[in-house]
């Protein structure tokens, strides 16, 4: 956005400003819906690892109330010894999704330039083509900043949905082993 191109003393005007200031309103406004979404998605990962887990407990609990003597006790042992393993995997892929949902929700910093108070205070009485390009510049910065911390929360949540795939995989290997306990 270069002004020396105007004569001096005509008002300064660039022709496509406000196409340009409407597409990055938006641009914004679907970073910021991106942002929301991901939330979204930390909350259901976290939501269904805590499920997970507890379906995972009970069944361990019922399965150790059923479990009594048998004749082939010494493979009986091995294969509890295999399902607390397991099951200590299986809280540790928990705790895994819990700190991956944590860091995907916690990237929340948004930049945006519509702070009323700064709004108030430098563009009032500014020339309206020329608040349009300051504001403009303002949003590109934003949508540059705001493009890497959507990266970031984006791998936060695809990390935080492959420790809910491995804790699935853990919780139903448990299972599988807990069954051949009975």
């Not at 929301?36 to 269904?48: H, N």
């Not at 934003?142 to 949905?161: F, H, M, P």
């Amino acid at each position: 956005m270069s002004v020396s191109s105007q004569p001096p003393g005509e008002p300064v005007t660039w022709p496509n400003l406000d196409e340009c200031y409407l597409l990055s309103k938006e641009a914004l406004a679907d970073q910021l819906a991106q942002s929301r979404a991901l939330d979204s998605k930390a909350t259901f990962v976290l939501a269904s690892a805590s499920i997970l887990t507890a379906a995972a407990l009970a069944l361990h609990q019922a399965v150790a109330g059923v479990a009594g003597t048998t004749a082939e006790a010494a493979l009986s042992r091995g294969l509890v010894v295999l399902a607390n393993l397991l099951a200590v995997l299986a809280v540790l892929a928990y705790l895994g999704v819990v700190y991956t949902a944590f860091r995907a929700y916690t990237l929340r910093s948004y930049d945006g330039p519509a702070d009323p108070r700064q709004l108030a205070a430098k563009y009032v009485d500014m020339d309206a083509e020329l608040a349009k390009a300051t504001l403009f510049a303002t949003m590109v910065k934003s949508y540059g900043d705001n493009s890497t911390i959507l990266d970031q929360k984006v791998a936060w949540t695809r990390n935080a949905v492959y420790a809910l795939f491995g804790e699935s995989i853990l919780v139903a290997l448990v299972t599988i082993v807990q069954l051949f306990l009975n």
